[in-house]
């Protein structure tokens, strides 16, 4: 039985070949999957952030009907597009309040369970946040 190793950076003659997909994950090109981060607690975020989301959902729409990209550049550009599609999540305004890192947690609610707390003095000041009730 021949002795197949399977090289995923550069393919020599002899071994086996990765497909284009395959090659691009191996190489840190893609990843399997995106996490995206919605900030939404503030009433303001409902129509910022489906704005946003319809924007990408039409740019992943033309990928899907392009005929001139193969189908691992299809995936790599939509990743690309996730990418982005956070980085103008990150940008919404109003910010959030808390620092990143700075948990605080306290038992609420009759010591049912711990709650990150950190910047609930924040939105408490917030007076448009305070006409809700």
């Known amino acids: 039985m021949k002795d197949t190793r399977i090289n995923y950076h ?24 995106r996490r995206i981060n919605i900030p939404m607690w503030h009433p303001q975020h409902v129509q910022k952030a489906a ?10 729409d033309r990928i899907e009907k392009s005929n001139s990209m193969r189908g691992s550049d299809r995936t790599m550009l939509a990743q690309q597009f996730l990418v982005e599609m956070n980085q103008d999540f990150s940008l919404i305004t109003p910010k959030d309040p808390r620092e990143r890192g700075a948990e605080h947690y306290e038992f609420i609610n009759s010591y049912d369970h711990m709650t990150d707390t950190n910047g609930f003095d924040d939105l408490a000041k917030r007076k448009e946040l305070n006409e809700d009730y």
């Open 51 to 60: 704005n946003i989301l319809r924007q990408c959902a039409d740019k992943l």
């Open 10 to 33: 550069g393919n020599p003659s002899r071994k086996m070949k990765l497909n284009r997909t395959m090659y691009k994950l191996s190489a840190g090109m893609m990843k399997w999957k």
